[in-house]
């Protein structure tokens, strides 16, 4: 039980296009989801909590406008990165908790902006 | 502000010996604790975890232990296999905090042959 998934799991598009990646809980339902990001060697940094039927909340310095979220239902959470730049080049990982205790991490998706 | 660390970003174990991994915590409030494995282009995996009513935990090849007179908790791999070569992240929140995990900086540990 306890399964995140996350789809792409890897993606490349061109600098100035926008990419929607999706985090799904299969078998709970996610009333909060998390997104990170993580560069090589280094540790999870959030970026914002999803909440279902409301609106984010991102850390500081997270542009709201460039990663859009949205917690549409229970078991869906999508980030979309708008006008990807080189920069924005990551491992993206999601995760969700059926509680208030555990949090289950996505596999993660791997953008690449050219 | 409060915080999560490792004591050591690396540990190379010979295969078949055992593993400890050290994390110390910050925030006394914590009272759960998490233990997550990350092999390369994954992402974490929960492996383990314990609440502040409890010194030690044991799973399958893990043990968990946690000092709350000095904030620390390890990870014991028993019998370290070339699978378990990964970076360890610990965690810790507070039961019932709608608030995210706190992770550490990670312990990138290497299985030798």
């Known amino acids: 039980g306890a399964v995140v998934s996350q789809h792409p799991s890897w993606v490349i598009c061109k600098s100035g296009t926008s990419v929607k990646i999706e985090c799904r809980s299969l078998d709970f339902q996610a009333t909060t989801m998390f997104w990170y990001r993580q560069f090589p060697k280094q540790s999870l940094m959030l970026m914002a909590t999803?909440?279902?039927?409301?609106?984010?909340?991102?850390e500081q310095g997270v542009e709201k406008d460039k990663f859009l979220i949205n917690h549409a239902s229970l078991t869906l959470s999508t980030l979309t990165v708008t006008s990807a730049h080189p920069e924005d080049s990551s491992f993206y990982i999601c995760?969700?908790?059926?509680?208030?205790?555990?949090?289950?991490f996505g596999p993660g998706t791997r953008l690449l902006v050219l | 502000g409060e915080s999560v660390g490792l004591h050591l970003p690396t540990l190379s174990v010979q295969e078949g010996d055992n593993s400890i991994i050290n994390c110390a915590y910050s925030?006394?409030?914590?009272?759960?604790f998490i233990w997550y494995k990350q092999e390369s282009g994954k992402g974490p995996q929960f492996i383990i975890d314990i609440r502040s009513n409890m010194d030690k935990r044991q799973g399958q090849r893990v043990t968990v232990l946690l000092n709350k007179t000095v904030k620390h908790l390890s990870l014991q791999i028993a019998a370290t296999q070339p699978g378990d070569s990964a970076v360890y992240f610990c965690?810790?929140?507070?039961?019932?905090?709608?608030?995210?995990?706190?992770f550490g900086s990670g312990t990138q540990l290497t299985v030798l042959p």
């Open positions: 999803s909440n279902e039927g409301s609106k984010a909340t991102y």
């Open positions: 995760s969700a908790r059926p509680g208030r205790e555990t949090q289950y």
């Open positions: 925030n006394s409030a914590s009272d759960y």
């Open positions: 965690a810790e929140n507070m039961l019932g905090s709608a608030r995210q995990l706190t």
